[in-house]
């Protein structure tokens, strides 16, 4: 059993950055491939990166390549996404998620997930 807890969210101001931290419990959090997507308001929710267990592979969203990155400190349990240069269109619940069997980008393989944190992008 894993679970997730999400912090870092806020309002900024379009341009800005803010860190998203999210904190793993669970022995086994090492081995899982973890992911950030996010849901707007209206939308489905969508993925936004991906990082492997190891953390030496990421998969970047286009839309966000250049701009968010995905890092993972493992003695720590918690993987972070560094998000630069936001833009209005960003605002969204972002969410950590855990993947025990693979490495995907759909957000029906991961098995676990946080409450979510608001990132809310002002003009």
């Known amino acids: 059993q894993v679970q997730l807890v999400e912090s870092g969210g806020g309002l900024v101001q379009a341009g800005g950055s803010l860190r998203l931290s999210c904190v793993a419990s669970?022995?086994?959090?090492?081995?899982?491939?973890m992911g950030w997507f996010r849901q707007a308001p209206g939308k489905e929710r969508e993925f936004v990166a991906r990082?492997?267990?190891?953390?030496?592979?990421?998969v970047h969203a286009d839309f966000v390549k250049g701009r968010f990155t995905i890092s993972r400190d493992r003695p720590k349990n918690t993987v972070y996404l560094q998000m630069n240069s936001l833009k209005l269109e960003d605002t969204a619940v972002y969410y950590c998620a855990a993947d025990s069997t693979g490495w995907s980008s759909r957000s029906s393989n991961y098995e676990y997930w946080g409450q979510g944190t608001q990132v809310t992008v002002s003009p």
């Open positions: 990082i492997s267990s190891s953390g030496g592979s990421t």
């Open positions: 669970g022995r086994t959090f090492s081995s899982y491939t």
